[in-house]
């Protein structure tokens, strides 16, 4: 049964360290957060080059505006209209025009404020994404440091398992792995006083006395464990 325990205990040593590796942060939630942000990013350029197109529609406009406009003042004040309905058709169209003039300058201005503030938060965004990169990188060299010691104290580990196993008989041995698949990774305690280390319920008083007389494979009777009682704990 000594051998058995030293099973269990290469079992538990390695469902400790597996537990550790899969509790190690690999960078993932980072991943997630820079794969967020290139999202972000993306619609930020989107609406920056909406944004700037729109801009360049509007200053065209506005031009073609302003230049249409220049040559009904020419007509108007240049003396070469003397008809006083032309005239004042002329002055309606150039009034008409300003007006129009007007509201394009309003909204490139409006267009050139949030090309700046777009300007801003992309920046921002940008500086993040790189932060959030250099964070990432330290992390995932940690995680890959970090693994590569875990794993290797696991093989180490699966190593002497394995050597302690195989002196034990396969009979033995299956029993103990059903007891361990249904007892979550626990099969062989080792029993230092009445109760038994894995249910915490007291032993009958003929469990201990045949523990301490050497009988083997003998199993707790509530949970069903097997029990080694190791006679150097003995006062």
């Not at 269990?8 to 957060?33: C, F, K, V």
């Not at 104290?153 to 699966?158: G, H, K, R, T």
């Not at 038994?196 to 007291?202: D, L, N, Q, T």
Request: glycine share 6%; aromatic share 4%; hydrophobic share 35%.
């Amino acid at each position: 049964m000594r051998l058995l325990y030293q099973v269990q205990q290469a079992d538990t040593e390695i469902a400790r360290l597996r537990q550790a590796l899969a509790e190690l942060d690999s960078g993932a939630g980072l991943e997630a957060e820079l794969t967020a942000g290139e999202a972000e990013l993306a619609r930020l350029r989107a609406d920056h080059h909406a944004t700037e197109s729109e801009l360049t529609v509007q200053n065209l406009e506005l031009r073609t505006l302003e230049e249409k406009r220049d040559r009904f003042r020419a007509q108007l004040y240049g003396g070469t209209v003397h008809n006083p309905r032309q005239l004042g058709d002329l002055q309606g169209e150039v009034e008409m025009l300003s007006r129009e003039i007007g509201r394009l300058e309003e909204r490139v201005l409006e267009l050139m404020e949030a090309m700046e503030e777009q300007r801003e938060a992309l920046r921002e965004r940008e500086a993040q994404q790189a932060a959030i990169r250099r964070q990432l990188e330290e992390v995932r060299a940690k995680y890959e440091e970090a693994s590569a010691r875990l794993r290797a104290e696991v093989a180490e580990v699966e190593r002497h398992r394995e050597e302690a196993a195989q002196q034990v008989s396969p009979r033995l041995l299956k029993r103990y792995d059903q007891i361990r698949a249904r007892q979550g990774n626990l099969g062989i305690v080792r029993v230092t006083g009445p109760t038994c280390p894995g249910c915490h319920i007291a032993f009958p008083s003929d469990t201990l006395k045949s523990l301490k007389a050497g009988r083997e494979q003998l199993a707790c009777d509530n949970c069903g464990r097997l029990l080694f009682w190791d006679p150097s704990d003995s006062d």
